[in-house]
C-alpha cells in the first residue's frame, strides 16, 4: 500500500504559485541590496516599486526556461506582459 497520495491539480497550482512568490520576494531583496535601494525592471530598466514588482523569466518557460532563481528577474507587469515569450526585447 502507498503511504502517500496524490495531490489534485489545483493544489499544485497553488503550491507552485507559492514558491513562485517567494522567489520573487527573494529576487527582489538580492536586487534591492545589490542596487542600492533601485530595483531595475528587467525589460525597461525603470525602478520598480516592491508592491508593482512580478517575477519575470529571463528565459521564459515556454522556452525552456526554469523557475530557479538564476533565471528569474524583476519587471513591471505590464512589462512581463508586453514582453510575453520573447528571449530578447521584442520591438
Known amino acids: 500500500m502507498r503511504a502517500y497520495k496524490r495531490i489534485s ?3 499544485r497550482k497553488r503550491l507552485d504559485r ?4 517567494r522567489r520573487r520576494e527573494t529576487v527582489y531583496r ?3 541590496k545589490k542596487n542600492a535601494g533601485k530595483v531595475p525592471c528587467f ?3 525603470k525602478h520598480v516599486p516592491k508592491d508593482k514588482a512580478t517575477a519575470e523569466h529571463i528565459l ?7 523557475d530557479g532563481i538564476s533565471n528569474l528577474s524583476i519587471s ?3 512589462c512581463n506582459v508586453a514582453r510575453g515569450n520573447c528571449v530578447e526585447a521584442c520591438a
Open 60 to 66: 521564459p518557460r515556454s522556452r525552456g526556461g526554469t
Open 43 to 45: 525589460v525597461c530598466g
Open 18 to 21: 507559492s514558491v513562485l512568490q
Open 9 to 11: 491539480v489545483n493544489l
Open 76 to 78: 513591471h507587469h505590464a
Open 30 to 32: 538580492m536586487l534591492y
